[in-house]
């Protein structure tokens, strides 16, 4: 998963990644890691659906924040800087994804919601979280329009 996804990315991109990983290389591993946990849960858990604009979509994002976040956590204690490097890893992410403006806006708030539901979790398993998750994905509040996300600051958004 990871060559697919390194294969896909331009010079800049490329570039860009591995500085942001020099900047931070206690955090390059445990990213890595908990992006592959979290491909694999989603999968487990809807499928090839996560791949659309809909709920399944929005679990997979905010999961995969918090599955970065925790996973630096073990190797750093500092949970302001796991968050800050969650959010800025996955929102870079969006910068080089072909996505249209709604479908990006949606990633980009997901990922925001992710970081805030880790209060939530942060002392759950891993069965815990994905559980909550797939509840506050269930309650994911659908969207047509860039400007209907700013109604919906901590909850889960879809498109499809």
Known sequence: MLWRI???LDFKQLFGLLWMFLRNPIYALPTIFATKRCMNIAY???GSKHHLGN???AFRHAL?????IKSC???QKNEEKAKVWAKKFTDWHEDFSPN???ERVMDLHNNMVGVALFENVKDKNEA???SFLKQKALEAIKISTVEEIKKFENK????E
């Open 44 to 46: 487990q858990e809807y």
């Open 6 to 8: 390194l294969k896909k």
């Open 156 to 159: 889960l958004v879809y498109i």
């Open 128 to 130: 815990e979280t994905v």
């Open 64 to 68: 995969w924040v918090i599955l970065i």
């Open 73 to 75: 956590l073990k190797w």
């Open 55 to 57: 709920p399944a979509n």
């Open 100 to 102: 249209k403006a709604l």
